[in-house]
């Protein structure tokens, strides 16, 4: 096999990634729309907080960094780390909507995070953009 014949397929494999996550998405958005048409009630469907849907986009960034430092260094290190603690950080928030949860009984969640997020260590500036 050439190394252009390796090169294609490994293209190939990277464009169908990028595809993977949205198709999923649509897949199981419709799910969601048919068990509602037949009756079935998720407790997370609140749609009188319908918008607090539009927080989780904000997760999509971070997710994504995380995934490509990831495929970069092929480990968790500081950085994959602190990209997933943000996206968390996000989902937290919009869970906490989407549930219409008490922020008085779940702010605790925010105080443990910033723990979490200390003891994580991210690579200065200088040392994450040698890896890239």
Excluded at 90 to 104: R, T
Aim: contains cysteine; charged residues 15%.
């Amino acid at each position: 096999m050439t190394d252009n014949e390796t090169n294609t397929g490994t293209n190939t494999v990277a464009r169908h990634s990028h595809r993977i996550i949205p198709a999923l998405l649509v897949v199981g958005v419709g799910v969601i729309f048919l068990c509602g048409n037949l009756g079935v009630q998720f407790p997370f469907l609140n749609w009188a907080n319908w918008w607090a849907w539009f927080i989780l986009l904000g997760a999509v960034w971070p997710l994504s960094e995380a995934w490509e430092r990831y495929r970069t260094v092929g480990t968790v290190d500081g950085a994959v780390a602190h990209s997933l603690l943000n996206a968390l950080a996000i989902v937290m928030v919009a869970v906490i909507f989407i549930l219409d949860l008490s922020w008085g009984t779940w702010w605790p969640l925010f105080v443990i995070y910033g723990g979490v997020c200390m003891l994580v260590r991210e690579p200065r500036r200088r040392d994450r953009n040698e890896v890239r």
